[in-house]
């Protein structure tokens, strides 16, 4: 029987769907506090809940595909302690995949001013905010949403650290190792 080398297409896909979605996020997170006049702001954090939003359904998606399709096994060649530390990075970022829409999407419900500032799923219909955290106590909102707001931003740290990880493994592999590690996550 034939050793799978890569990533099925779908998985592929998936996950350069979702790094772009991160990056695009993030990138939006730290330009706002930059972005003048105020109106500009509302456009830019819209289309970061859309694309949140959008990455909390894929990651579900991936999950699915991952539990289904086993990946290809790392090559012999990595150090024990390389495919230990990569299979935890993965996991940690399985977990982020579901941590930060969700904590953002919480956040998001419990605002004060979300009737408001209704959130359109890229400019076309309204996505719903949680309704039972809409209808908690206004003092309870708040708590709830100054919480999972720091837990949003917590997490963004812990995911700089493991992409920083996840990417620089990936280039010492490719790089100086001379595996064709990126070739993995590659159609072909
Ligand atoms: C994987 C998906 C997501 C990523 C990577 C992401 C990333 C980030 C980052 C890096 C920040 C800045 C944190 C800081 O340093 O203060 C941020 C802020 C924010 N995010 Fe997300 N986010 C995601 C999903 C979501 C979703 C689904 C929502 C809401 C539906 C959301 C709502 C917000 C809001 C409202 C803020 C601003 C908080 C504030 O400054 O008051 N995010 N996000």
Known sequence: MQVATRYTNVAIALHWI??????????????????????????AIDTHKSIGITILGLAFMRLLWRFSHRPPPMPTTYQKWETVAAHWAHVLLYVIL????????????????????PMHYFGTFEFPRIAWIQQLPQPLKEQIHSGFGKAHEYISYVLYALLIAHIGGALKHQLLDKEPEIERMLPG
């Open 18 to 43: 979702i790094a772009l979605g991160i990056v695009i996020n993030i990138t939006l997170a730290w330009l706002w506090p930059h972005m003048l006049p105020d109106g500009a702001v509302r456009p």
């Open 98 to 117: 579901f941590a930060q829409p969700l904590t953002g999407w919480i956040m998001d419900s419990a605002y004060k001013d979300a009737a408001l500032h």
